[in-house]
């Protein structure tokens, strides 16, 4: 076993004590098909996940799936005493979680100081107005604000999650709120195009017509010009899309559903940035491109199905495109062979 990982130990509590129904959320159905959660059973998996760590790992619990903080209070303390014993002893190096922006206040988050929580992740999804309503979020982007303000006043690490593509988004807003989210200097993001899942109120509303989600290239376009925009800030981004398991394969109806969603969208910001190079270059069509990079940058580089190859050829007239792997460069660099 390797020592000094980072571990998270993750206990699902889904849609637990959540009174809303969002519409893309299945949470609700995903619960009434699993053996609900219990802090007995949070223990008891605890106790097992500890058993498979060692001293030496960094540990992490995490209580994630719903909106911790909108269990009833009692019972979210239970599972908070279930986690205690390993922060109490140096075995876990913390708590997150995550939650709604009007799940918190006050006294709940002293509660959670107590009990060693360090990271409060957010549902946010938009700062629209509007987006937020057609996606009956049930809360206000004002929430949002007085939320992250509350989590930061308590000295917790704050995440915030969104997502694109809902109901009544469109790129600019989406652009617009990660200018938002930035302002928020949240110290981590991520990143969900919004998926049509089974069970849920978006897909009655996909069936009748009335909702398209975006398509898969769409979707990698949109967090292709957002993703930057965080990067620049220097906030981290924790995940892009909906982590695959064959759970959410099964449950996926329709929209840009991909496997590795992620990696679409990296491969797209460095097409990007090689459209811009070449445009510095001024090539001549007909000539001939050769394009450095790190071994671990070269299928971003060319792209899944060789698209990026592909599209820079015809965009610029190229005889061809030679992709070599030199370790001494960055990201890329080109040369034209003539
Ligand atoms: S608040 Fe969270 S858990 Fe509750 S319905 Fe919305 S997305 Fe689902």
């Not at 269990?71 to 190096?93: C, F, Q, V, W």
């Not at 629209?128 to 979020?137: C, E, G, H, N, T």
């Not at 593509?165 to 652009?175: I, N, Y």
């Not at 940058?297 to 820079?312: D, K, T």
Request: net charge negative; hydrophobic share 40%.
């Amino acid at each position: 076993m390797g020592r000094n990982r980072h571990v998270n130990i993750p206990v699902f509590v889904p849609h637990m004590g959540c009174p809303h129904a969002c519409i893309f959320c299945d949470q609700k159905r995903i619960s009434g098909s699993l053996d609900p959660q219990t802090p007995e059973k949070a223990r008891t998996l605890l106790e097992e996940s500890f058993s498979t760590v060692s001293r030496d790992d960094h540990v992490e619990i995490a209580f994630f799936g719903g909106s911790f903080t909108a269990i009833p209070e009692k019972e979210m303390i239970s599972y908070l005493e279930a986690a205690k014993p390993y922060i109490d002893e140096g075995r876990a190096e913390g708590i997150r979680l995550s939650t709604r922006p009007d799940a918190i206040d006050h006294h709940v988050l002293s509660i959670l100081r107590d009990y060693g929580v360090k990271v409060i992740e957010l549902g946010v999804q938009s700062l629209d107005p509007d987006v937020l309503a057609k996606s009956q979020r049930g809360h206000s982007v004002e929430d949002v604000f007085a939320a992250c303000a509350l989590v930061r006043e308590y000295g917790f690490s704050l995440g915030i999650q969104t997502m694109l593509g809902l109901p009544g988004d469109s790129l600019e807003k989406s652009l617009e709120t990660a200018r938002g989210v930035i302002d928020l200097k949240p110290d981590m993001v991520r990143i969900y195009p919004a998926l049509i899942l089974k069970g849920t109120l978006m897909e009655e509303l996909y069936l009748d017509g009335s909702y398209k989600p975006l398509d898969l290239d769409e979707a990698v376009e949109w967090c292709a010009q957002v993703l930057p925009l965080y990067r620049k800030a220097g906030i981290t981004i924790l995940r892009i899309g909906l982590q695959t398991s064959g759970t959410l394969e099964g449950s996926v109806v329709a929209g840009p559903y991909h496997p590795a969603f992620g990696e679409l969208v990296e491969s797209r910001i460095l097409l990007k940035k090689m459209t811009e190079e070449i445009d510095r270059l001024d090539i001549s069509e007909n000539t001939r491109l050769v394009i450095k990079t790190r071994p671990e940058y070269m299928s971003r580089i060319i792209g899944q199905n060789r698209r990026n190859i592909e599209q820079l050829k015809k965009q610029y007239g190229l005889k061809d495109i030679h992709v070599a792997a030199d370790s001494c460069c960055g990201e890329f660099s080109l040369k034209i062979l003539g």
